[in-house]
């Protein structure tokens, strides 16, 4: 494997908190699809800050955002109305099933406001006894205590117990079972419309519609955890576009502010009202310069064609790895929509990553068997001709 800034690594092994099993790269700069490590090394990058940079690298709109916002105002209080706060809660309303928007600075953070919203709004209407969230098994939410109880994998609960209680898990794309684990103290299904940690896994084309109306009879709120795959990820700005399915409340985060840190979530105006003063908070939550960019960010993702290239692009992609699975027999699984694309193998995804990384390509191994392709939505298809090449080559290896 190739190793750049040495020193830096070191100290940085010293100095931070354990908790990521990095690889021994420094990235130091990054323009559209590519970024260059501190030795000068280019990578095209198909993980984009995991999910975050759907613009890309320093976007030059993006930039320009950034510093007419930072010469304005960066941060003010909201005991204070925020244009572009505003501006950015109007654009969301205006393009999903949304009427009122509540801002965070994380995808956990969004998890933890839809958990709270779901029993406020579910303890007025019923009582306290409905306080029950129904969430799926290989999800993922969040890593905060109310997110990691959400969170359907054990593994991320060992050694954190006890978890917040009121969470039940069941199999995910599998309407039977949610409908069997509802009952008079469930409050909420809490649904990602694609896995993504859990290994880009894509539900029957009906499950989101059929859960909305399990939800609509039993009177159970529907939420979708959208951070990893809002945005124009999926080719569409929200995911559950695709399977004409609204929920009542969603969460955002990840490339809402291609890199500046947002959460976000949305919610039908009737579910919202459930949130009064002093109910939920948050210091930095909406502030002007995450706000400003994310206005930003829905501008340029609607007006410069960027989701019609993400499904253009994503499809291409996703021929690419068929073809690849074709000849490949350890590929046992070729998924995804728009630009969250995966292939699972039969075998650990992990030296195939660090292989790519070899040859100057940026990947993700999720749920240890899926290696998962995240680039930008800006990504050209030279670049895709490029990682497919890369992981040709390698997979010829193995
Ligand atoms: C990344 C992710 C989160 C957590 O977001 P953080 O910003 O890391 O807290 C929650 N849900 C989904 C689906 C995610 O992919």
């Known amino acids: 494997m190739v190793v750049a800034g040495d020193a830096l690594i070191r100290e940085g092994q010293q100095v931070l908190a354990n908790t990521y099993a990095r690889y021994p790269l420094v990235l130091v700069r990054g323009k559209g699809a590519t970024v260059w490590d501190s030795a000068g090394r280019e990578y095209l990058d198909c993980v984009a800050g995991l999910a975050v940079c759907n613009l890309g690298h320093c976007h030059p709109k993006v930039v320009a955002v950034i510093e007419q916002q930072a010469r304005e105002l960066i941060h003010c209080s909201n005991f204070y109305y925020i244009a572009p706060q505003i501006e950015l809660a109007r654009r969301l309303c205006a393009h999903s099933f949304g009427d009122r928007v509540f801002f965070c600075n994380s995808g956990a953070e969004a ?20 306080y029950e969230i129904i969430a799926m098994e290989n999800s993922f939410h969040g890593r905060t205590m109310g997110a990691l109880s959400a969170t359907g994998q054990e593994r991320f609960h060992q050694g954190f117990h006890p978890l917040l209680p009121g969470f039940r898990h069941v199999p995910f794309d599998d309407v039977e079972a949610v409908a069997d684990a509802i009952n008079k103290k469930t409050c909420a299904v809490l649904v990602e419309p694609i896995q993504g940690e859990g290994g880009v896994k894509v539900p029957a084309p009906d499950y989101l519609k059929k859960l909305r109306a399990l939800c609509d009879q039993t009177e159970t709120l529907l939420i979708y955890d959208e951070v990893q795959v809002g945005m124009g990820r999926t080719g569409t700005l929200f995911a559950y ?34 949130f009064t003063p002093g109910t939920h908070a948050s210091t930095f939550g909406g502030n002007p310069l995450a706000t400003a960019v994310g206005c930003c960010v829905v501008d340029t993702l609607l007006e410069d064609g960027i989701l019609e ?77 490029r990682l497919l090449a890369t992981l040709d080559g390698i997979f010829a290896e193995q």
């Open 111 to 130: 998890t933890e406001a839809a958990i709270k919203l779901a029993r406020k709004y579910a303890t007025e209407r019923f009582g306290k006894e409905r």
């Open 241 to 274: 576009e695709q399977f004409d399915a609204p929920p009542d409340i969603m969460t955002l985060a990840k490339s809402l502010a291609n890199g500046i840190p947002i959460g976000a979530l949305v919610a039908t105006d009737a579910v919202a009202q459930a």
């Open 309 to 385: 290239h993400c499904r253009e692009i994503g499809s291409y992609l996703h021929e690419g790895l068929v073809l690849l699975k074709d000849r490949y027999p350890f590929i046992t699984a070729v998924r995804g929509q728009g630009l969250i694309s995966a292939c699972e193998l039969a075998f650990s995804g992990k030296k195939i990553v660090e292989r790519c990384m070899d040859k100057g390509v940026l990947i993700n191994c999720t749920a240890d068997t899926v290696l998962r392709f995240l680039p930008p939505l800006i990504v050209t298809q030279g670049e895709i001709d």
